[in-house]
C-alpha cells in the first residue's frame, strides 16, 4: 500500500512538515471547527496521493490538476465554514453542486490511486444505490432523496465525507501514525529487533519468535500489515532461511506475526481511535479490552512455532548473531523512552490520547539527535527528521484517503437507512439467534475485507452488522471487536491475502505454500474472535482483571491444544483428539 521513501526533496519535506505541524497545532491550538479542519487535512493527503505515488507522466499531470482544484475545493469549504454550516446540508447554485459533486469524484480517485479499485468501487455501488434505490422494489428500496440535499449532506455538512470519521483521522490517527513515523525515522526499530533477538534468539525457533516479538512490538506502531512485513520482514525471513527453515515457513511466520500488529493497543491499524468515536468508549477501555485478546494471538502463533519444530529443524539463532547486551539497552531506550511518556501522559496524567501522543512526538523528535552509539549529531537529526516528516506525511495522507472514502459509504447508509434495512436481514436469516448471526457478520467481514484495507471493512461491517449483533444482546465493545478482528482475516486468508503475498515475494516461494502455514499459525484469528463471545470476560481487564486473566488462560490452553492438533507431527487420532479437547476447553467449560 506504501511506497518507500524514495526521495527526500526538500518540497517534500515542507509539505511534512505542514502536515504535521498543522495536525498537532490542532491537539495545542483548541476548537477547530469541523467544516475547516477536516477538509484543510483532505487538501494535504492530495498531493501525496495524486504526485507524489504518481507512477507515469499522465499520472503525475493529471494529479498536479486534480490537486489544484481539490484545494480550491477544499479551500472553498474552509474559507465558507460559517455560511455553509447554516445551510444544514442543502446545496444552492450550481456553484456548490459542482464543488460537491467534484468533491466526491476526488475523494473515490484519491481512494482509488492510494490503494486500488474495491474500496471506491463499494463506495460507488453505494452512491448509486442512493441515487437509483427508489427505483428498487420492496424493503431495500428507498423514498429517494432530492439530489441538493444528497449531495450537499455528503460535501457540504458535518457529514459524508466530513462526518466523524473523518474526525478521527484528523485529529487521533494523524497523531500516531507521526508518532511511528518519529520512532521508526530514529533506532526504534533496531531496538526493536534486539529486545526481540536477546528474549527468543537463543529458543528452539529463535528466528522465528524474534519475528514475533518484533513483529508485535513493531506492529504496535506501525498498524499496517504490509509495513510490517516490509520493515521486520527484511531482517527477519533472511535470518529463517539461512538457518535452514522452511521459505515457506519463514514467510507464513513473518505474514502473521505482522498482521498482529493491527490489533496490538496501542494503535491498532487506526481502529482503536475509529472504535472510540463509534461505541463511545474511553480509549484506555479500549486498550485494556484489546489488550488480552492480541496477546493470546501472539501466544498462539508462539506455539505454533513449537508445533512446527516437531516436524522441522528449527535451530536457534547462532550466538554471533545476538546483539551486545549494551546495545540492547541502549537501542531500546530509542522506543522504550516515547513509549513510557506516551503511557504515562493516558494513565497516570489523565491526558487524551492525543495530547499524550503529542507530548511523546516531541520526545521522539529529541532522541533523532542521537545515534545508536548515543552520538550527538545535528546533520543525522536532519536526515532523520526529513525522513519521519516525509514518511508521515505520506501515511497521513494513505490513511486519510481511506478514511475519506470509507466516509461516503457510511453517509450513504445513513441517509438510505440502508444499514437498517441489512441489520434486519441479518436479523432474519439468523432466525434472531446469536451465533448464526456471528458467522453471517463473520463472512461478510471476510468477503468485505478481502477488497477493502481494514479499517474500512471493520467500519463498514460494524455500521450494518454491529446492530443486529447488540440487538441479541451482544455488548457493543464485544461486537466492535468481534466485527474488528474477522475485518482481518483477508491479511492471511487466501484468496486476497496481502501480507502473505508481500512476504512470499520476499522469501521467494509460492504464495499459496505460503498462506497455508500463515493460517496454521495464525488459527487464533479465526477463534479468538469466537472466544472472545463465549468467554466475555477476557475483554474486562480493567473493570475485573482476576476473572479475564483467567479466561485468558483457559482460551490459551485450549488454543495450544488446537494449534498442536492443527501443526504438530503426531498420530491422527491424538491430533483429532487436541483439536476437540482444545474447543471444549474454549467453549463448553
Same mark, same amino acid.
Request: hydrophobic share 55%; aromatic share 10%.
Given at each position: 500500500?506504501?511506497?518507500?521513501?524514495?526521495?527526500?526533496?526538500?518540497?517534500?519535506?515542507?509539505?511534512?512538515?505542514?502536515? %504535521?505541524?498543522?495536525?498537532? +497545532?490542532?491537539?495545542?491550538?483548541?476548537?477547530?471547527?469541523?467544516?475547516?479542519?477536516?477538509?484543510?487535512?483532505?487538501?494535504?493527503?492530495?498531493?501525496?496521493?495524486?504526485?507524489?505515488?504518481?507512477?507515469?507522466?499522465?499520472?503525475?499531470?493529471?494529479?498536479?490538476?486534480?490537486?489544484?482544484?481539490? %484545494?480550491?475545493?477544499?479551500?472553498?469549504?474552509?474559507?465558507?465554514?460559517?455560511?455553509?454550516?447554516?445551510?444544514?446540508?442543502?446545496?444552492? $447554485?450550481?456553484?456548490?453542486?459542482?464543488?460537491?459533486?467534484?468533491?466526491?469524484?476526488?475523494? !473515490?480517485?484519491?481512494?482509488?490511486?492510494?490503494?486500488?479499485?474495491?474500496?471506491?468501487?463499494?463506495?460507488? !455501488?453505494?452512491? &448509486?444505490?442512493?441515487?437509483?434505490?427508489?427505483?428498487?422494489?420492496?424493503?431495500?428500496?428507498?423514498?429517494?432523496?432530492?439530489?441538493?440535499?444528497?449531495?450537499?449532506?455528503?460535501?457540504? &455538512?458535518?457529514?459524508?465525507?466530513?462526518?466523524?470519521?473523518?474526525?478521527?483521522?484528523?485529529? /487521533?490517527?494523524?497523531?500516531?501514525?507521526?508518532?511511528?513515523?518519529?520512532?521508526?525515522?530514529?533506532?526504534?526499530?533496531?531496538?526493536?529487533?534486539?529486545?526481540?533477538?536477546?528474549?527468543?534468539?537463543?529458543?528452539?525457533?529463535?528466528?522465528?519468535?524474534?519475528?514475533?516479538?518484533?513483529?508485535?512490538?513493531?506492529?504496535?506502531?506501525?498498524?499496517? &500489515?504490509?509495513?510490517?512485513?516490509?520493515?521486520? +520482514?527484511?531482517?527477519?525471513?533472511?535470518?529463517?532461511?539461512?538457518?535452514?527453515?522452511?521459505?515457506?515457513?519463514?514467510?507464513?511466520?513473518?505474514?502473521?506475526?505482522?498482521? $498482529?500488529?493491527?490489533?496490538?493497543?496501542?494503535?491498532?491499524?487506526?481502529?482503536?481511535?475509529?472504535?472510540?468515536?463509534?461505541?463511545?468508549?474511553?480509549?484506555?477501555?479500549?486498550?485494556?479490552?484489546?489488550?488480552?485478546?492480541? =496477546?493470546?494471538?501472539?501466544?498462539? /502463533?508462539?506455539?505454533?512455532?513449537?508445533?512446527?519444530?516437531?516436524?522441522?529443524?528449527?535451530? @536457534?539463532?547462532?550466538?554471533?548473531?545476538?546483539?551486545?547486551?549494551?546495545?540492547?539497552?541502549?537501542?531500546?531506550?530509542?522506543?522504550?523512552?516515547?513509549?513510557?511518556?506516551?503511557?504515562?501522559?493516558?494513565?497516570?496524567? +489523565?491526558?487524551?490520547?492525543?495530547?499524550?501522543?503529542?507530548?511523546?512526538?516531541?520526545?521522539?523528535?529529541?532522541?533523532?539527535?542521537?545515534?545508536?552509539?548515543?552520538?550527538?549529531?545535528?546533520?543525522?537529526?536532519?536526515?532523520?527528521?526529513?525522513?519521519?516528516?516525509?514518511?508521515?506525511?505520506?501515511?497521513?495522507?494513505? =490513511? $486519510?484517503?481511506?478514511?475519506?472514502?470509507?466516509?461516503?459509504?457510511?453517509?450513504? !447508509?445513513?441517509?438510505? $437507512?440502508?444499514? /437498517?434495512?441489512?441489520?434486519?436481514?441479518?436479523?432474519?436469516?439468523?432466525?434472531?439467534?446469536?451465533? @448464526?448471526?456471528?458467522?453471517?457478520?463473520?463472512?461478510?467481514?471476510?468477503?468485505?475485507?478481502?477488497?477493502?484495507?481494514?479499517?474500512?471493512?471493520?467500519?463498514?461491517?460494524?455500521?450494518?452488522?454491529?446492530?443486529?449483533?447488540?440487538?441479541?444482546?451482544?455488548?457493543?465493545?464485544?461486537?466492535?471487536?468481534?466485527?474488528?478482528?474477522?475485518?482481518?482475516?483477508?491479511?492471511?486468508?487466501?484468496?486476497?491475502?496481502?501480507?502473505?503475498?508481500?512476504?512470499?515475494?520476499?522469501?521467494?516461494?509460492?504464495?499459496?505454500? %505460503?498462506?497455508?502455514?500463515?493460517?496454521?499459525?495464525?488459527?487464533?484469528?479465526?477463534?479468538?474472535?469466537?472466544?472472545?463471545?463465549?468467554?466475555?470476560?477476557?475483554?474486562?481487564?480493567?473493570?475485573?482483571?482476576?476473572?479475564?486473566?483467567?479466561?485468558?488462560?483457559?482460551? &490459551?490452553?485450549?488454543?495450544?491444544?488446537?494449534?498442536?492438533? %492443527?501443526?504438530?507431527?503426531?498420530?491422527?487420532?491424538?491430533?483429532?483428539?487436541?483439536?476437540?479437547?482444545?474447543?471444549?476447553?474454549?467453549?463448553?467449560?
Amino acid at each position: 500500500m506504501l511506497q518507500p521513501v524514495s526521495r527526500l526533496h526538500p518540497v517534500w519535506v515542507v509539505l511534512g512538515a505542514v502536515t %504535521v505541524i498543522f495536525h498537532i +497545532g490542532l491537539i495545542f491550538y483548541g476548537l477547530t471547527p469541523a467544516l475547516v479542519s477536516r477538509p484543510i487535512h483532505m487538501a494535504l493527503a492530495l498531493p501525496w496521493i495524486l504526485i507524489f505515488a504518481a507512477r507515469t507522466p499522465f499520472e503525475r499531470a493529471s494529479g498536479w490538476l486534480l490537486t489544484l482544484l481539490g %484545494v480550491a475545493a477544499c479551500g472553498y469549504i474552509a474559507l465558507n465554514e460559517s455560511m455553509l454550516a447554516n445551510q444544514y446540508g442543502f446545496i444552492y $447554485g450550481h456553484l456548490q453542486m459542482g464543488v460537491g459533486v467534484f468533491l466526491i469524484f476526488l475523494a !473515490l480517485e484519491a481512494a482509488r490511486r492510494a490503494i486500488g479499485w474495491p474500496l471506491p468501487l463499494v463506495a460507488l !455501488l453505494a452512491l &448509486a444505490y442512493a441515487v437509483f434505490g427508489e427505483h428498487i422494489p420492496g424493503q431495500f428500496g428507498h423514498p429517494g432523496l432530492p439530489m441538493q440535499s444528497f449531495v450537499g449532506t455528503l460535501t457540504i &455538512a458535518e457529514g459524508g465525507l466530513w462526518g466523524k470519521l473523518t474526525g478521527v483521522s484528523v485529529g /487521533v490517527v494523524a497523531i500516531f501514525v507521526i508518532f511511528g513515523a518519529m520512532l521508526n525515522a530514529g533506532e526504534a526499530g533496531r531496538g526493536f529487533m534486539n529486545m526481540a533477538s536477546a528474549c527468543a534468539g537463543r529458543l528452539t525457533g529463535g528466528a522465528a519468535k524474534v519475528s514475533v516479538i518484533s513483529s508485535a512490538l513493531m506492529g504496535s506502531i506501525s498498524g499496517s &500489515a504490509s509495513a510490517n512485513v516490509a520493515s521486520t +520482514g527484511a531482517i527477519t525471513i533472511p535470518t529463517m532461511t539461512r538457518l535452514g527453515y522452511p521459505r515457506s515457513l519463514a514467510g507464513g511466520v513473518e505474514a502473521v506475526a505482522s498482521s $498482529g500488529g493491527q490489533i496490538m493497543p496501542p494503535l491498532m491499524g487506526a481502529g482503536a481511535f475509529v472504535m472510540v468515536e463509534l461505541t463511545g468508549t474511553p480509549y484506555t477501555q479500549i486498550m485494556a479490552a484489546a489488550l488480552l485478546p492480541a =496477546i493470546l494471538y501472539f501466544v498462539t /502463533v508462539w506455539v505454533g512455532i513449537n508445533a512446527y519444530a516437531t516436524r522441522h529443524d528449527l535451530r @536457534p539463532m547462532a550466538a554471533s548473531e545476538q546483539p551486545a547486551a549494551k546495545e540492547v539497552l541502549i537501542t531500546s531506550l530509542f522506543f522504550a523512552v516515547p513509549f513510557v511518556i506516551l503511557l504515562e501522559r493516558i494513565f497516570l496524567g +489523565g491526558y487524551t490520547p492525543q495530547y499524550a501522543a503529542s507530548i511523546a512526538v516531541f520526545a521522539g523528535m529529541l532522541l533523532l539527535f542521537f545515534d545508536v552509539t548515543l552520538t550527538f549529531s545535528l546533520r543525522g537529526f536532519a536526515s532523520r527528521l526529513a525522513e519521519a516528516l516525509v514518511t508521515a506525511g505520506r501515511q497521513v495522507a494513505v =490513511i $486519510g484517503a481511506i478514511i475519506i472514502c470509507a466516509s461516503l459509504v457510511i453517509g450513504v !447508509l445513513s441517509l438510505t $437507512g440502508l444499514g /437498517v434495512k441489512i441489520t434486519s436481514g441479518i436479523l432474519s436469516l439468523s432466525n434472531e439467534m446469536l451465533w @448464526p448471526a456471528l458467522l453471517l457478520t463473520a463472512l461478510a467481514c471476510l468477503v468485505l475485507g478481502m477488497e477493502v484495507p481494514t479499517t474500512a471493512a471493520y467500519v463498514i461491517c460494524v455500521s450494518v452488522a454491529g446492530p443486529a449483533l447488540t440487538a441479541l444482546g451482544l455488548e457493543p465493545l464485544l461486537a466492535h471487536l468481534f466485527v474488528f478482528w474477522f475485518a482481518l482475516l483477508s491479511t492471511i486468508t487466501p484468496p486476497v491475502c496481502g501480507g502473505v503475498f508481500i512476504a512470499a515475494g520476499m522469501v521467494g516461494e509460492n504464495w499459496l505454500k %505460503v498462506a497455508m502455514k500463515a493460517m496454521a499459525l495464525g488459527i487464533g484469528l479465526y477463534i479468538i474472535p469466537l472466544a472472545m463471545v463465549a468467554n466475555p470476560d477476557v475483554i474486562r481487564l480493567g473493570h475485573d482483571p482476576v476473572w479475564a486473566v483467567f479466561d485468558a488462560v483457559k482460551i &490459551a490452553v485450549g488454543l495450544t491444544a488446537i494449534s498442536f492438533g %492443527v501443526i504438530a507431527r503426531r498420530a491422527a487420532w491424538l491430533r483429532g483428539l487436541l483439536v476437540v479437547v482444545g474447543a471444549l476447553v474454549i467453549f463448553a467449560l
